[in-house]
Nanobody
Framework: QVQLVESGGGLVQAGGSLRLSCAGSGLPFSTYAMGWFRQAPGKEREFVAYITWNGGNTYSADSVKGRFTCSRNNAKNTVYLQMNSLKPEDTAVYYC?????????????????WGQGTQVTVSS
C-alpha cells in the first residue's frame, strides 16, 4: 500500500519560514518524480513545485519562485519543500504527490499517489 505522509505545517508570521517533509512508503520512491501542490479554501488545487526522480532538476510555479525550494533524500524516501519569505496568500493545505512521469510535471493528472495534506497558515 502506497503511503505519502506530509509533516511540518503550522502557523507562521509573514516573512517567516517552514520546511515541509513528505515520507513515502510502499513504492520505489527513488524512481518517482515528486510534486507539491496546495489548495486554499474555496480555490482549486494548484501546482507549487516538483523535483525529478534523482533530484537533478526542479521547477516551481511563478508564485513561489525564488522563495520555495524542493529537495529530496532518496535514502530516506523523503521529499522536502523549504518555504521562505512566506506571505498570507501562501496559506493553504499543502499536498505532496508521486508522479507517473519520472521527469516531473506541473499537471495534476500526472500524479498517481497523494498524501493527506498538511495545513500551512501565514498570518499578516
Amino acid at each position: 500500500q502506497v503511503q505519502l505522509v506530509e509533516s511540518g505545517g503550522g502557523l507562521v508570521q509573514a516573512g517567516g519560514s517552514l520546511r515541509l517533509s513528505c515520507a513515502g512508503s510502499g513504492l520505489p520512491f527513488s524512481t518517482y518524480a515528486m510534486g507539491w501542490f496546495r489548495q486554499a479554501p474555496g480555490k482549486e488545487r494548484e501546482f507549487v513545485a516538483y523535483i525529478t526522480w534523482n533530484g537533478g532538476n526542479t521547477y516551481s510555479a511563478d508564485s513561489v519562485k525564488g522563495r520555495f525550494t524542493c529537495s529530496r533524500n532518496n535514502a530516506k524516501n523523503t521529499v522536502y519543500l523549504q518555504m521562505n519569505s512566506l506571505k498570507p496568500e501562501d496559506t493553504a493545505v499543502y499536498y505532496c504527490a508521486a508522479s507517473t512521469r519520472y521527469d516531473g510535471s506541473s499537471r495534476y493528472s500526472d500524479y498517481a499517489y497523494w498524501g493527506q495534506g498538511t495545513q500551512v497558515t501565514v498570518s499578516s
